[in-house]
């Protein structure tokens, strides 16, 4: 049986999903949220551009084809939405892939789909939207998947699932430690992502000594957290983890920067506003994480 990949939201990573997909001949839909305009072209790492050729027709994931997969390359606050409309439209069968900055989403598939296999994945590639019909890959990374945690009994370790994410937004490693994996992703973008949009610069400035206090204290803090949540996260190799990726992603300008400028609703919730939730929960003092959401949040 064939597998159709149905990507939903057509953001700066459901993008790159589709070229993946296009490129190795997977066939994919790309499926706009409401009101947003379609995807059509992404510019490739090489800087050639590719027109995207999704299949045209509405997808049926009800019943008849049970190996399709549903991507969601959404943000965390557009996720809750989604998954509601999405629900009576799947069977309890397909396979979803939630694939986003931040954290939360496992809850709401919790919630919202609690029969389906749900798989999280966390991804290091670099995309920006440079027009509402274009997206550029701005910096080659990598993807990490595993099951989620809540959905373990009916989740099975469907190796397809990974086989066919290699082909969309490659190369995937398998984690069976997924949430360590997005705690670690959860550090990177609590120390770049509001440094860069409240000082509007790219992410290599950050490598600059006056913000290593900041990323310091944000490191920590992170750690903590973590901690009583109960994932070990060490706090130097979580540091040098954010060091390495404003070296390698230097040029970019991160998610949040792009959503500042641009006016956007920013993920701030899903990211330094999630650590400051569980602080509070488990009785943690965060002042570094709780003045940059504030901060955000004031904007
Ligand atoms: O959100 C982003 O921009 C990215 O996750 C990262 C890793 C911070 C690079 O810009």
Known sequence: MTTTVNILGSGAIGGLCAAGAQLSGTDYRLIPRAGSPALTHVELINGELLSLTPKQTEPDLCKSNHSDLLLIPLKVTQLKEALKSWRQQLSAHTPVVLLHNGMGG???????????????ATTSHGALKIAPDTVRHTGKGETMLGLSPKHQANTPLNTSVAEILNRCI????????????LWQKLAVNCAIN???ALNNIPNGKLSDKSYLPTLEKVCKEVCKVAAACKVELDKHATLTLVLNVIARTAENFSSMHQDVINKRPTEIDGINGYIVRQAKKKGIDVPTNTLLFESIKSL
């Open 170 to 181: 490659g190369p995937v490693t398998w984690r069976e430690d997924i949430e360590t994996a």
């Open 194 to 196: 509001p440094l860069t």
């Open 106 to 120: 496992m809850e709401l598939a919790e919630k919202y789909l609690p029969d389906n296999p749900v798989y999280l």
